[in-house]
């Protein structure tokens, strides 16, 4: 693991914030819930249209109606909205931003150290924000969740290139 020096101008943007993590917890929770009650019915309302392709699969799905299935279906679909929720938190891009270089983290691991002298440009591109080189090389083109006032104030503060909006 590389380790950036103690500098207390470094900033850190991205990853979800307390609210961010539990607002998206709960839209997939409640998503999984939703999907879990409602795709059997769905599925056999499906299986029923002459032009709906997979008729034996979508079948399938429509014949989980068992007693215990009718929460179980719902629970089981909690239980994935809840780990897909979890795996999109923890794989959200953490930029440690220093005068000297930029630290890209996930899952709490140093995955990129990109260097000062090699940037060439930043700027956002919709949710993304890209680092190109001089040579117009993408050193990194990642979703960036937070503020994006407070990510473009980051890179300004620290001196890079920032190429967009002042906002």
């Known amino acids: 693991m590389v380790a950036m020096t103690e ?18 917890l709960a839209l997939f929770g409640v998503g999984g819930v939703a999907v879990g009650a409602i795709l059997p019915p769905l599925a056999r ?14 079948r399938l799905l429509g014949s989980f109606d068992d007693a215990w299935l ?10 994935a909205g809840l780990a897909f929720a979890a795996w999109v938190v923890v794989s959200s891009a953490v930029l440690e931003i220093g005068p000297g270089q930029i630290q890209v ?22 949710a993304k ?7 117009g090389r993408k050193v990194l083109e990642d979703d960036v969740e937070g503020d ?8 300004v503060d620290q001196g890079y290139p920032w190429e967009g909006p002042l906002k």
């Not at 709490?108 to 919709?126: K, L, N, S």
């Not at 924000?129 to 040579?135: A, D, G, R, W």
């Not at 994006?148 to 890179?155: L, M, P």
């Open 105 to 126: 983290r996930r899952r709490g691991q140093v995955e990129r150290v990109i260097e000062r002298g090699t940037v060439a440009a930043v700027y956002p591109r919709g």
């Open 148 to 155: 994006k006032a407070a990510i473009r104030g980051a890179f």
């Open 70 to 79: 009718v929460w179980g279906r719902p629970v089981l679909g909690l239980a």
């Open 7 to 24: 500098d207390p101008s470094t900033r850190t943007v991205g990853g979800f914030d307390r609210a961010g993590r539990t607002w998206v």
């Open 45 to 58: 309302w499906a299986a029923e249209l002459p032009w709906v392709p997979f008729e034996g699969p979508i």
């Open 129 to 135: 924000v890209v680092i190109e080189t001089e040579s």
